[in-house]
């Protein structure tokens, strides 16, 4: 349970917010909790307002590969912040960030800073329907990039279902204009491009699905997804706001070693700033204004705070890299799945779970998950109960058995002890 001052803070909070957040998932509605309220973090924990500390595998959501509050981080975006900012004209920053991210990342020619990975996923859409003077785009159940309203989708359990609005707000007509069909199944994807493969602009798909949990690519599927999209002339869109240098260093598609059209990213590539980009092939780019006619701009568009901050981080991870980095995230992740599925074992309650890079995954499933119809017949009570008693050890997770747990480059052997210390007693809670 929430301490007193979170519970207090939470209810103020409700007054003057919608739900007392800024974004949904933050009131912990999907584990019926009252949301702790963050002080401060050091390192591989988070503290609360109350004096509690945790074990963090939340990271913001992915981006703090380096952690919370790392030193050299900071003082980039305090050195930043002393010059000024905002200016509204270049700075230099924003191309030494830029061509460091194409650098790193196989497919990428030319980069155009954003703000958020909403930002950057709506602006690949529209490149792409400008490419290819289409208007249909193709997105996979379970798969998030962001609430523009095209991505804000509910799909039926039919083959291919045109697009119905999951949200108020979102026009029908707009919402039809999006295709889903099951993550992992290219049967399915073949079968809707044979129907309607010249109307479709672009695929765009997390490459490792990072908002239904952290679910895997079956082998060979990322491959199939390519093959198809070049056959038919339509773009694919990779979304690595969460894979972007948290599977490893050039991201998804340098791991399974594809070269998509175009790319998003988040807050990864400023540390944990708001921030994100999205970038591609030199002729995709250059449609782009002043370039080209496809308008797209930002006030805050390579902020210096972000961009000082991402240059520092992306330093790091190149030269960290090096020496194992990705490779002991992974262990990491791998070491924690694995002590939760003995655990399992152990108590004779059905989990499943995995690991890739910085990521990893923990469902109360008895099998395989690989796509969204799985990964929703998972036991949300059971994780309900092991979130909170975990919480109660002082160990963080996601608030929704739907996101995905992560690793940072701080996370050391003592911080995977009290993770395996708080499981045990947290499986000895769950009924």
């Known amino acids: 349970m929430a301490g007193p001052k979170s519970t207090a803070a939470f209810e103020r909070a409700k007054r003057v917010l919608p739900g007392g957040v800024n974004s949904p998932v933050r009131a912990f509605k999907s584990v019926h909790g009252t949301p702790y309220f963050a002080d401060h973090g050091e390192g591989a924990y988070i503290y609360d307002i109350d004096g509690n500390r945790y074990v963090d595998y939340l990271m913001s959501w992915g981006p703090l590969i380096w952690g919370h509050a790392h030193p050299k981080i900071v003082k980039a975006v305090q050195d930043a912040a002393s010059r000024g900012t905002s200016f509204g004209v270049p700075t230099e920053l924003e191309t030494v960030i830029a061509e460091k991210i194409i650098s790193l990342m196989q497919s990428l020619e030319v980069v ?28 996979f159940i379970g798969c998030y990039h962001g609430h523009a309203d095209y991505f804000l989708v509910k799909a039926g359990s039919e083959v291919a279902s045109l697009g119905l609005p999951d949200s108020p707000g979102v026009p029908r ?14 049967d399915v994807l073949r079968d809707l491009f044979l129907e309607r493969g010249e109307e479709i602009a672009a695929v765009i798909i997390e490459p490792v699905a990072g908002n239904m949990g952290c679910v895997l690519p079956k082998p060979g599927y990322l491959q199939a997804v390519r093959e198809l999209t070049r056959s038919f002339g339509s773009l694919l869109i990779f979304d690595e706001v969460i894979t972007g240098f948290r599977v490893g260093l050039g991201g998804a598609q340098r791991r399974f070693d594809i070269d998509p059209d175009l790319t998003t990213f988040g807050k990864v590539i400023g540390a944990g700033l708001p921030v994100g980009a999205y970038g591609g092939r030199r002729d995709l780019m250059e449609m782009v204004a002043p370039s080209g006619p496809v308008y797209q701009g930002g006030t805050l568009s390579g902020n ?14 190149e030269e960290a890299a090096k020496d194992g980095l990705y490779e002991r995230m992974q262990s990491y992740g791998e070491q924690v799945v694995s002590s939760f599925l003995a655990l399992g074992k152990e108590r004779g309650i059905p989990v499943y779970g995995h690991a890739i890079g910085g990521m990893f995954g923990l469902f109360f499933h008895d099998g395989p998950v690989y796509d ?4 929703s017949k998972s036991d949300a009570s059971k994780y309900e109960q092991f979130f909170h008693a975990m919480l109660g050890e002082g160990v963080t997770f996601a608030p929704s058995q739907m996101e995905t747990a992560f690793v940072s480059a701080v996370h050391t052997d003592r911080e995977l002890d009290l993770t395996r ?3 045990e007693k947290a499986f000895n809670t769950i009924r």
């Open 173 to 186: 007509e707009v919402a039809e204009r999006t295709l889903a069909v099951p993550y992992n199944d290219i």
């Open 112 to 139: 155009r800073m954003v703000n958020s990975g909403t930002e950057a996923t709506m602006s690949a859409v529209r490149v792409a329907r400008a490419a290819t003077n289409r208007s249909l785009i193709v997105k």
């Open 372 to 375: 969204f119809d799985s990964v």
């Open 304 to 317: 210096p705070l972000a961009m000082s901050a991402g240059l520092v981080s992306l330093q790091m991870l």
């Open 421 to 423: 210390s708080a499981m």
